[in-house]
DNA sequence: CTGAAAGCGCTTACAG
DNA sequence: CTGAAAGCGCTTACAG
């Protein structure tokens, strides 16, 4: 009825068809300790193992060990198209190293977040790669102090007792804003993402330095933060800038979703992209380069990003005491048709 | 160190704290066994468990009772955006179950769909949720056979011994056939899936029943069948269809990534949408709304398909001779700029 | 190099 | 209603 026919052969069997204890049979089986035993017996033992079609129970084995090969992943939200490739990433590298991927979103609510990691230690994963920091995390930091094993991914927090995997923003930043001085834009403004976040804060600051780099100033009424990575987000706050007076001819969007929402502020305020204001958002999100028009934004390298943290915990878990490594991946800015040289200032409202 | 400092505390110490055997304890604390204790008794053991901070060991129950509570998740590919709805769907209706979800991508090679079912059966997960599944899955109807919990998700397997949960295309079908019919076209195209997947067999027919029933005859030179469910694929069909000399003023694709694809074969052939020819797609993917021309589809509630999938498992979990169930859930037509009225026959190539 | 034994922390017949 | 005991299937000191 159910699976039990496949657990029916059990050590104790393998041992005696091998006509050895079962500590020994359990010695010769596992990687680890074969080296202890006798090839020949090694022999015996594997070919009764394969003989009988032996599998071993991971229940009793993790029971034991207290080890389950497993790893929770907490991302914030697999609706957005940004963390399907990292879970993939993840999968793929978890897998190799015989590791299963527990998955679970907090959908950004502070309370899933407590269930999920409480949950996530109740079922003795392994260690923990989490999507959802916040720059200030006390239930994180709190995690690690207890000694699990944790890798940050994307976010990270300010208190610096992580691995963490991660894109270069800096550098993205600096080829957008090379990118829009470059086509001679002068009055470029930023629609900032959430500071609480260390992608809201890195991207903000880097807009702050390269405009600086690049001899330009930012201008207070040009920058405006959102509170979420959203469209709607996107919208308000390119509104605001358009109405501010400071009549921008090209906004950088922390994100894609910020982008998507200054798309529909312009299309509101009768103004085209990117004739009259340029465009550019950061992640290039899946079919983002089949807008009207296709958004020029900086490409991260998600599945990477999903493939190292995997490594990171992975080295971690099997070298406990190995330095803490932060993982800084290598953004590329895609130009597409939604930005163009500058011409004339624009002013509404 | 590691997190055993969480773990320190015991059953054995919960009874003795409480005066009490464990297995007196064990009982107690136990939803399903309390009303074997008296109810003092249970008053004193949860008094005590709670003084001692006390968490049973998961690993501990789950070899002794071989259940894991958790549940396998295997989808093609958690980057076609169909499926991440589906799986907070399941992962919302599996927590509040008290279920943990092991997510796992075939990302359709038979030897990777083969080592994951291998692995989830390995780790003893409960049941297992199944959006892979081809028309003639033998490796999937020897699963079940087994007597292993499966419940299967978006698409079917021609062999009825499943519980499943899937949309009812052939009402999505009609609800798109009838639309382009209203429109006044005559010669309406379809871009069919692969028929080896339920999904693209069942929308298929429906086209054919659907023109049948709306007195129209679905010419041979304007059927094309796709090898995938892929924007290549869909420009390859498409184009096939634009020169087959069979002129068409309406394709309809059996799926958005299709679809898409018929845009790029429309472009290429100096046609525009909608005005020359429509395009309607099917399953409303995320953003497919921001595309030009916006993109008229089926809208399929995936978060609920994956909700209800997960309950159907549950179910099947808590009473396992339950009957099996196949569940339709009712899609509804969404009408963007890419359909409008038919003008004349277009003839290409 | 191998055997004998203990034990991981629970649950659950079995007595009483 | 509760206790005493067995046992789930492994791993791993400990002897020899």
């Given at each position: 009825m159910t699976h039990d026919a496949r657990d029916v052969v059990t050590l104790r069997e393998v041992a005696r068809a091998a006509g050895v204890h079962p500590g020994t049979a359990s010695r010769a089986l596992n990687e680890a300790t074969r080296s202890l035993v006798r090839p020949e017996t090694v022999e015996r033992v594997v070919a009764a193992a394969s003989a009988l079609g032996y599998r071993p129970n991971y229940l009793a084995r993790s029971f034991k060990t207290r080890q389950t090969r497993s790893v929770g992943v907490v991302i914030?939200?697999?609706?957005?198209?940004?963390?399907p490739p990292m879970v993939l990433g993840i999968e793929d590298r978890l897998t190799t190293e015989g590791y299963v991927t527990l998955l679970a979103n907090t959908q950004n609510e502070a309370q899933r977040r407590e269930r999920i990691f409480a949950e996530m230690l109740e079922r003795h994963v392994d260690g923990l790669i989490v999507a959802t920091a916040q720059r200030e995390d006390p239930e994180l930091v709190e995690l690690a102090q207890d000694g699990i094993a944790v890798v940050l991914l994307n976010r990270v927090v300010e208190d610096r007792s992580f691995s963490s995997v991660s894109a270069d923003d800096g550098a993205g930043v600096r080829a957008v804003v090379d990118h829009l001085v470059g086509l001679g834009h002068e009055r470029i403004a930023h629609v900032a993402g959430p500071q609480s976040m260390s992608t809201g804060l890195a991207r903000y600051q880097g807009f702050l330095s390269s405009m600086q780099a690049a001899g330009r100033r930012a201008e207070p009424e040009l920058v405006a933060a959102a509170t979420s990575f959203t469209i709607n987000e996107g919208e308000r706050c390119a509104t605001v800038l358009l109405e501010?007076?400071?009549?921008?001819t090209a906004i950088f969007a922390a994100n894609d979703m910020l982008a998507l929402g200054c798309y529909s502020a312009l299309e509101r305020a009768g103004l085209r992209c990117p004739e009259d204001v340029s465009v550019v958002g950061f992640n290039d999100m899946p079919f983002i380069d089949r807008l009207n028009p296709p958004l020029t934004t900086v490409r991260i390298p998600h599945y990477e990003l999903g493939a190292q943290a995997a490594q990171l915990l992975v080295d971690q878990l099997h070298q406990p005491h190995e330095p803490l490594r932060v993982l800084l991946l290598v953004p590329s800015l895609v130009v597409r048709g939604s930005t163009a040289p500058a011409r004339a200032a624009v002013r509404v409202g």
């Open positions: 914030p939200d697999i609706n957005n198209p940004l963390f501010s007076g400071g009549a921008p």
